[in-house]
């Protein structure tokens, strides 16, 4: 991929997540099915594996998209 597409398209990746942000839109991103949360005493540990297989699986589709 050429860097000046990449740049191009992390700037508009960028802008959708500030106005997302700036609208207080609610996604449901970090409370997928899959996301890993454990409570104890005093300690809460959490993982998001849906989340983070759900983003993978988007970038890798964006790549691909743009590779070709």
């Known amino acids: ?6 740049l191009i398209l992390l700037g508009v990746l960028c802008i959708g997540a500030g106005l997302l942000w700036l609208l207080g839109v609610k996604l449901p991103i970090g409370r997928l099915p899959g996301d890993i949360t454990i409570r104890k ?27 070709r």
């Open 1 to 6: 991929m050429h860097p000046g597409k990449l």
């Open 41 to 67: 005493e005093g300690v809460t540990f959490y993982f998001p594996l849906g989340t983070c297989l759900l983003i993978s699986l988007v970038i890798s589709f964006l790549f691909w998209l743009f590779k």
